[in-house]
């Protein structure tokens, strides 16, 4: 069955690969939608804003990723589970950034505009990997 409501964002992909960027673009919208404090320790958020949020995270989630966490009603929960899940990948993509920061060459790109999104992209991924 496919997503007939149109995503705010792309779904985190069970393999992990978008979770940083997911992370970030989710934490932006539930904090646009007033939900912010859900994900939060020790939150104080209502059960229909628990509930707001956790059909927000859902929907943002792969279908693979929805019937493993099927179970989970927590909106926090769930938040820590991922987090608990792919927060490794950090160290991981670290030694791939540094090498790709080395490697960034003017010559390897068609347009200025190409090298520097290539070179903003990789300062946003040493940012959240650090």
């Not at 404090?37 to 792969?62: D, P, S, V, W, Y």
């Not at 991981?92 to 540094?98: A, E, G, N, Q, S």
Request: charged share 25%; hydrophobic share 45%.
């Amino acid at each position: 069955m496919s997503n007939l409501a149109k995503l705010d964002f792309v779904a985190l992909d069970i393999s992990g690969n978008n979770y940083l960027p997911w992370v970030l673009d989710a934490e932006i919208h539930l904090d646009a939608n007033g939900l912010g404090e859900t994900i939060k320790e020790g939150n104080t958020a209502t059960t229909q804003n628990k509930a707001k949020a956790m059909i927000f995270l859902r929907h943002h989630l792969c279908e693979g990723l929805k019937y493993e966490y099927l179970i989970v009603k927590h909106p926090l929960t769930l938040w820590k589970n991922l987090k608990e899940r792919y927060d490794h990948l950090k160290i991981v993509i670290l030694p791939k950034v540094r090498f790709d920061w080395l490697h960034l060459r003017l010559q390897d790109f068609k347009s200025i505009n190409d090298y520097n999104s290539a070179m903003f992209r990789i300062t946003v991924m040493w940012r959240k990997s650090v």
